[in-house]
């Protein structure tokens, strides 16, 4: 049974830094990409960035580029998305995917981390 956790959400001052985890059970991990999305209140989800099954390539979407970075650790099984300079806007639910790229499809989804900027 796959099993995606995500932690690390919380209350930030603008300015400040988190760092979110998704750490998977159940599934090759290097086998999948991975994937950071976000939906704020009244908006459609978005993509924030990727990294794809090796490593070896990582994107993100303009509005993040330069501060958040994506990475993953095959030890622990685990996708991060360190996140500096934040700011008001970046106030959403953050969502962890696993896309199958190795071996055959399909797609997992983590449960979603809060991340409010605020002062």
């Known amino acids: 049974q796959v099993q995606l956790v995500e932690s690390g959400g919380g209350l930030v001052q603008p300015g400040g830094s988190l760092r979110l985890s998704c750490a998977a059970s159940g599934l090759t991990f290097s086998s999948y990409a991975m994937s950071w999305y976000r939906q704020a209140p009244g908006k459609e989800r978005e993509l924030v960035a990727h990294?794809?099954?090796?490593?070896?390539?990582?994107n993100y979407a303009d509005s993040v580029k330069g501060r958040f970075t994506i990475s993953r650790d095959s030890a622990k099984n685990t996708v991060y998305l360190q996140m500096n300079s934040l700011k008001p806007e970046d106030t959403a639910i953050y969502y962890c995917?696993?896309?199958?790229?190795?071996?055959?499809?399909?797609?997992?989804w983590g449960q979603g981390t809060q991340v409010t900027v605020s002062s």
């Open positions: 995917k696993f896309q199958r790229v190795v071996g055959g499809i399909g797609q997992y």
């Open positions: 990294i794809t099954s090796t490593g070896g390539r990582s």
